[in-house]
């Protein structure tokens, strides 16, 4: 697996969509975004993680495998959220506004411990959807 292409494709995500989020809402004036917001970055960058690793090994991952990168990339989703997080306070402080928790707080943690469950879960079931949807485009006939 490739951490440094999931931490960048995470990256990615996260700040096109806080950018497109902060810019609709101005253009709106609307108060747009939510928890999902938060979690697709994580999701996506799985996703292709998983196509990726069918087209580079020939292979699925194992299950040990597969819980191993849910795990290691649970850990970066989490500290990338809480250095985006923490970043978007001072770099972009309409960003702060439509957070549901001000960083730091009480809730922010909660909030980040069951982020850190559903990112878990996410990692591992997208990583492994991705690496069928692969298998799957592979074995086709026709597919090459």
Sequence with gaps: MNYLRYTAVFLGIAVLSALIVLALNAWA???????????????????????????????????????????????????????LSYASTWVIPPASVQSVTPFGTRGYWIMLVVHSIIYLLSNRFFLGLGARNEEARRNRPGAS
Excluded: C, H, K, Y
């Excluded at 069918?54 to 959220?81: D, H, K, Q, Y």
């Design 29 to 83: 004036d609307a108060g747009l975004g939510s928890a999902g917001q938060l979690l697709a970055p994580a999701m996506i960058a799985a996703l292709l993680e998983g196509r990726s690793f069918v087209r580079e090994e020939s292979r699925m991952p194992n299950p040990s495998e597969a819980w191993n990168f849910a795990l290691l990339a649970t850990g970066l989703a989490i500290v990338l959220n809480v250095a």
